[in-house]
Antibody, heavy 123, light 106 residues
Framework: HLVESGGVVVQPGGSLRLSCAAS????????MHWVRQAPGKGLEWVSL????????FYADSVKGRFTISRDNTKNSLYLQMKNLRTEDTALYYC??????????????????WGKGTTVTVSS | DIQMTQSPSTLSASVGDRVTITCRAS??????LAWYQQKPGKAPKLLIS???GLQSGVPSRFSGSGSGADFSLTISSLQPEDFATYYC?????????FGQGTKVEI
């Protein structure tokens, strides 16, 4: 079970932190994704953080502006968003990352999704 | 980056129809492909992983196939609750990308 929060209306150039509270699984054992969906559009992967927080990955569209983090003691995932642009307006989902093992590593997909929180960037 | 292209973008069908959605990757992704279903106002739901692995609780009328760069999702007998938008997504590594979606409508 994943519950996102923190979405609000913010002006361009502003900052925001999204949170995702996890329950029902051992949060500290799993990598986590953020995925967003602009109004009427498709899904866009935003960021992934490994189970221990040591590995982070970002879409080019948010690199340098967004920071993913987690607190395994609080079963929580975060997305710090800075220098927001109108094109960041979207419904932001957190998703648990399950994985398949291959010969050269693990391959992560999204198996459980929250209901999302809406971020609107507008003046 | 790997580009994922779905076809068709919209599919009109009737209850009981067999429907197939295709997804093509811009390079080989082995079988690192997932399919998701999204209904209006709802979060996406994972249907299939590793190209053909049906998730627990997903009806057996859904099936996935393919490897390399070409994949498909088939619904053997469309039910009223299957009208939704379907997305493929590669997970062959960073960055993860989705297809543009296929809307299945009446």
């Amino acid at each position: 079970h994943l519950v996102e929060s923190g979405g609000v209306v913010v002006q361009p150039g502003g900052s925001l932190r999204l949170s995702c509270a996890a329950s029902g699984f051992n949060f500290g054992n799993f990598a986590m994704h953020w995925v967003r969906q602009a109004p009427g559009k498709g899904l866009e992967w935003v960021s992934l953080i490994t189970w221990n927080g040591r590995g982070t990955f970002y879409a080019d569209s948010v690199k340098g502006r967004f920071t993913i983090s987690r607190d395994n003691t609080k079963n929580s995932l975060y997305l710090q968003m800075k220098n927001l642009r109108t094109e960041d307006t979207a419904l932001y989902y957190c998703a648990k990352a399950d994985y398949d093992s291959g010969v050269d590593g693990d391959y992560y997909y999204m198996d459980v999704w929250g209901k999302g929180t809406t971020v609107t960037v507008s003046s | 980056d790997i580009q994922m292209t779905q076809s068709p973008s919209t599919l009109s069908a009737s209850v009981g129809d067999r429907v197939t959605i295709t997804c093509r990757a811009s390079q080989s992704i082995s079988t690192w492909l997932a399919w998701y279903q999204q209904k209006p106002g709802k979060a996406p739901k994972l249907l299939i992983s590793k190209a053909s692995g049906l998730q627990s609780g997903v009806p057996s009328r859904f099936s996935g196939s393919g490897s390399g760069a070409d994949f498909s999702l088939t619904i053997s007998s469309l039910q009223p609750e299957d009208f939704a938008t379907y997305y493929c997504q590669h997970y062959n590594g960073y960055p993860w990308t989705f297809g543009q979606g296929t809307k299945v409508e009446i």
